[in-house]
């Protein structure tokens, strides 16, 4: 099962359609591209290649710790997102993690891969870990991933149960459910796939809650730049937090997912020494670096896109809801729907050169849910008409 979007290759494979000619809908990248200030920094700095990358990122790091305005110590550099994200797993260990689904499926994906055979999954208010001891299968787990749904259901709807008011959104009940016998809980804001933020007040309530019961708390923001309001207010307070980590990456805004570059902004309890030990030396390579530095300069790239993308993104959505899908209003470059009984619309899209993300891996969400990025005009509009001639 494909565990995120961009399959090119693997679809041209598959149908012989050449990889440049594919309209990726499955891939949450901005719609215009890398900015050219970045590729001639990369193509400028080509000579350097002929040593080893700076493994320390010191240029990147003090930029960085500039930017978001804390220590150097506190920032670690990646070969993307993905990379801190592996390495701060690794460092903290879990025995017991708490994931409020459906989310981003590489939190769970890298303790699974990391443990196998150690990880038990299990669903909010079903029976624990602790309960369960020797399973079914004769296995003795010793890590355990709990899903909390943020599904919300009302009376049916004909055959299918209608949506909640806040349906797919992470809501005060959470608070509820966190204790001290989690050793972290992980959060996504924007969330991946439906583009929902979490309310600001609601996400003090929680970190003071983790705090409380002494829960670590990963955050991650890797699509906040796509934010039209940002609060410096609230950044400032989770800066301030020690058991709080903050995820971020260059992928999504900057148009570069080929240049694997991200960041993580660490807790006052961590240091980025702690990552370091965590996988192998030389973690960003040179124009990996030098796309970075070049990207923070960036800053009427990012106003332009956030302004195109909240326009774009009410069009579609409106579009997609007069042809009957139920729609997620998200805040990202990116919109979840559901299109009722159809679970074969991104096979059927495949065969006109098109893809879409199906989101029948995601815990929580049917097999027919889709997640489409939003492109240009004209390739937004492209998608739409050929979804309307997909009916069932």
């Known amino acids: 099962m494909e565990l995120h979007g961009g399959y090119r290759h693997r679809a041209s494979e598959k149908t012989g359609r050449p990889v440049e000619e594919w309209l990726d809908f499955s891939a949450n990248i901005n719609p215009f591209g890398m900015p050219k200030s970045i590729k001639n920094a990369m193509i400028q700095a080509m000579e350097e290649l002929i040593h080893y990358p700076d493994p320390d990122c010191l240029a990147l790091t003090k930029a960085l710790a500039q930017f978001e305005q804390v220590k150097e110590e506190r920032i670690f550099c990646g ?52 309960e369960q001891q020797e ?37 005060k009940e959470v608070l509820q459910v966190i204790d001290s016998s989690y050793d972290l809980m992980i959060l996504c804001s924007p969330n991946n796939p439906t583009g929902k933020v979490i309310d600001q007040t609601l996400l003090k309530e929680i ?4 705090k409380k019961h002494h829960v670590a708390l990963l955050l991650d923001l890797s699509f906040s730049d796509f934010l039209e309001e940002k609060n410096e207010a609230i950044e400032e307070y989770l800066k301030g937090q020690s058991h709080v980590m903050l995820l971020h990456s260059f992928t999504k805004m900057y148009g570069m997912p080929g240049i694997r570059i991200g960041y993580g902004v660490l807790g006052l309890g961590m240091n980025a020494e702690s990552l370091k030990t965590k996988g192998p030396s030389w973690t960003v390579n040179h124009l990996a670096q030098i796309a970075g530095l070049t990207a923070l300069k960036e800053t009427e790239f990012v106003k332009k896109t956030v302004d195109y993308v909240a326009k774009e993104r009410q069009i579609m959505e409106k579009q997609l809801e007069d042809m009957g899908y139920f729609v997620v209003k998200g805040k990202a470059n990116y919109i979840l729907f559901q299109k009722r009984g159809d679970t074969t619309l ?47």
């Open 79 to 130: 070969n993307g997102g993905a990379d801190v994200l592996y390495r701060y797993l690794m460092a903290q260990n879990p025995k017991k993690v708490l994931i409020p689904v459906p989310t981003f499926v590489e939190y769970e994906e890298v303790l699974k891969n990391q443990y196998p055979d150690e990880v038990l999954i299990t669903e909010y208010g079903q029976e624990s870990l602790e």
């Open 135 to 171: 399973t079914t299968d004769g296995k003795s787990y010793k890590r355990e991933i709990v899903h909390y749904s943020m599904a919300q259901w009302e009376e049916k709807d004909g055959f299918y149960p209608k949506w909640g008011k806040h349906h797919l959104e992470l809501t």
């Open 207 to 210: 970190v003071e809650c983790t």
């Open 346 to 392: 991104h096979k059927r899209m495949l065969q006109r050169g098109i893809l879409i993300r199906s989101c029948q891996n995601y815990a929580g969400l049917g097999e027919d849910y889709y997640r489409i990025a939003i492109k240009n005009s004209e390739q937004n509009k492209i998608l739409i008409e050929q979804l309307k001639e997909e009916r069932l």
